[in-house]
């Protein structure tokens, strides 16, 4: 299957490291030229020499910060072709130990680096007559946690945002998307895996197994997925092969949402 991505340009926000590194990877051995972004230097730099390719640049953006997403907007390339809203932030909190900041940080990260760029993107691409955005949600926009109360309103508005935008492509070769990935072993999950196996003085495997019966008990395939597995999907949906898919949400969920569309 040829995906059609060599030197098509691709961002990919908070792409340093899980979902965001592993996609681009994908893109960069399909011949694409890259952009990642994380928030310092270091990081940038750390994932650019692990990723050892000339064809992949960074560029640095807190996206809490205003005044850093307008730099970025004004530094990056005007003729991106494939645009990955993949970060994301979560801070799991009981609701009522919630604060004003977690809300709008969440919404600030989650969904308004996705609205931003949309909106500097989307006219670019349609002028040219091609484009794909993808936004990343989460299952929990219908799987929702209740210590994870803005995480998922703001997943949940990722979608419908995305939705609604992919109305203003009608008539245009642009298409846009939502992939929606359940549990995924990320660097995070993985933290999140040694430090309640060691609190709970288990094995990994013991509490990844807990975490399929008691929390995500609807998951079909009752493991966390793979980064692989996501890049995957958003690679197909970001070539030229998906030209028949616009405005959908695209389940990677091991099976966990359970509906049938
Ligand atoms: N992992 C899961 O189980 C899961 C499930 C469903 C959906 N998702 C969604 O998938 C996406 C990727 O998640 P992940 O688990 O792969 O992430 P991750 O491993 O936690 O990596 C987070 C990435 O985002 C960057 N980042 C964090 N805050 C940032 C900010 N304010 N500005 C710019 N970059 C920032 C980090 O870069 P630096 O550290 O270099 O700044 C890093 O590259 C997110 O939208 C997440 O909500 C994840």
């Known amino acids: 299957m040829n995906l059609n991505l060599k030197n098509k340009k691709v961002f990919i926000s908070g792409s340093t490291k899980g979902i965001g590194y592993e996609t681009a990877r994908l893109f960069l051995d399909e011949g694409a030229l890259v952009i990642i972004n994380g928030r310092t230097k270091s990081s940038v730099d750390d994932a650019l020499s692990k990723l050892n390719n000339k064809n992949a640049s960074g560029i640095i953006t807190d996206f809490l910060d205003d005044f850093q997403v307008e730099k970025l907007i004004d530094e990056i390339p005007d003729d991106i072709d494939i645009l990955i809203n993949n970060v994301g932030i979560f801070r799991g909190k009981n609701f009522c130990d919630e604060t004003k900041e977690d809300w709008y940080d969440h919404f600030k ?11 500097y993107f989307l006219p670019k691409m349609i002028k040219k007559n091609w484009g794909r955005i993808i936004f990343i949600s989460s299952e929990c926009s219908t799987l929702v946690p209740g210590d994870l109360l803005s995480y998922s309103v703001s997943k949940a508005s990722v979608s419908v945002f995305s939705s609604g935008l ?43 197994e807990s975490f399929f019966k008691d929390v995500r008990e609807s998951s079909l395939i009752s493991r966390f997925l793979t980064v692989g597995e996501v890049a995957n999907t958003i690679l197909y949906f970001s070539s030229t092969l998906s030209s028949g898919t616009n405005g959908a949400s695209i389940r990677v969920d091991g099976g966990s949402m359970g509906s049938i569309i």
Do not use: D, H, Q
Request: charged share 30%; aromatic share 2%; hydrophobic share 30%.
């Open 109 to 119: 990260v989650n969904l308004m680096s996705g609205v931003k760029l949309s909106k």
């Open 166 to 208: 992919a109305k203003l492509t009608k008539g245009s070769n642009v298409t846009v998307n939502t992939i929606v990935p359940g549990s995924t072993l990320s660097e995070g999950s993985k933290e999140f895996l040694s430090e309640t196996a060691k609190r709970e003085n288990k094995t990994k495997e013991e509490v990844e």
